[in-house]
């Protein structure tokens, strides 16, 4: 059997697996896969700093919207890592394109569940390029069965939180901010 028929057929069962297993809880709450990408991040109690930059970013409306999309959301612990004061800065009014091109980083047109992402990764022999909606290239690795993230400026995410599934897509909690080259 070739290694992308192999690939696909795990990439299936996996899927089939995922599609009866419940979907993971972010921060002690439910995820509910027939609820939008927003719909759920307003009830994670580790993602109140995303929720508000999507807000003060216009975004809310994109990401109820159909999708699909893969967002690779970031922790309030992730964002505390961002000096306070500059946080502050960049949500407010004067700042939302620069907010916007930020957050849109973090979002892929396509629902990529991890089994998939490791099969794309294998598939270009370890590392995956990835254009965001923002235009941000990222680099997707898979080891050791963890997802990581490296952003145009070379900072690395781990996904810590993996394929909580959405009407319109999926999100992967993520231990950092990724950030555009500029």
Same mark, same amino acid.
């Not at 992308?4 to 069962?13: C, G, P, T």
């Not at 620069?98 to 990529?112: D, E």
């Given at each position: 059997?070739?290694?992308?028929? %192999?690939?696909?057929? @795990? =990439?299936? !069962?996996?899927?089939? +697996?995922?599609?009866? /297993?419940?979907?993971?809880?972010? &921060?002690?709450?439910?995820?509910?896969?027939?609820?939008? %990408?927003?719909?759920? @991040? =307003?009830? !994670?109690?580790?993602? +109140?700093?995303?929720? /508000?930059?999507?807000?003060?970013? &216009?975004?809310?409306?994109?990401?109820?919207?159909?999708?699909?999309?893969?967002?690779?959301?970031?922790?309030?612990?992730?964002?505390?890592?961002?000096?306070?004061?500059?946080?502050?800065?960049?949500?407010?009014?004067?700042?939302?394109?620069?907010?916007?091109?930020?957050?849109?980083?973090?979002?892929?047109?396509?629902?990529?569940?991890?089994?998939?992402?490791?099969?794309?990764?294998?598939?270009?022999?370890?590392?995956?390029?990835?254009?965001?909606?923002?235009?941000?290239?990222?680099?997707?690795?898979?080891?050791?069965?963890?997802?990581?993230?490296?952003?145009?400026?070379?900072?690395?995410?781990?996904?810590?939180?993996?394929?909580?599934?959405?009407?319109?897509?999926?999100?992967?909690?993520?231990?950092?901010?990724?950030?555009?080259?500029?």
């Amino acid at each position: 059997m070739k290694l992308h028929a %192999i690939l696909a057929a @795990a =990439v299936l !069962s996996a899927g089939a +697996t995922a599609a009866f /297993a419940e979907n993971p809880m972010v &921060g002690g709450a439910a995820m509910f896969a027939d609820k939008t %990408i927003v719909e759920n @991040a =307003v009830n !994670s109690p580790i993602n +109140t700093t995303l929720v /508000a930059a999507v807000q003060a970013a &216009g975004l809310v409306d994109t990401l109820n919207g159909p999708g699909p999309f893969t967002v690779l959301a970031p922790t309030d612990e992730a964002f505390a890592m961002i000096d306070p004061a500059a946080l502050q800065q960049l949500l407010l009014p004067e700042h939302k394109a620069q907010l916007q091109q930020i957050l849109t980083c973090h979002v892929i047109a396509a629902k990529a569940m991890s089994s998939a992402i490791a099969g794309m990764v294998a598939d270009d022999g370890g590392v995956h390029e990835v254009t965001t909606v923002g235009g941000c290239v990222l680099k997707l690795r898979a080891e050791m069965g963890t997802i990581t993230v490296e952003d145009e400026r070379g900072r690395k995410a781990k996904v810590i939180i993996a394929d909580v599934e959405q009407s319109n897509g999926v999100i992967h909690v993520i231990d950092k901010v990724l950030l555009p080259a500029g």
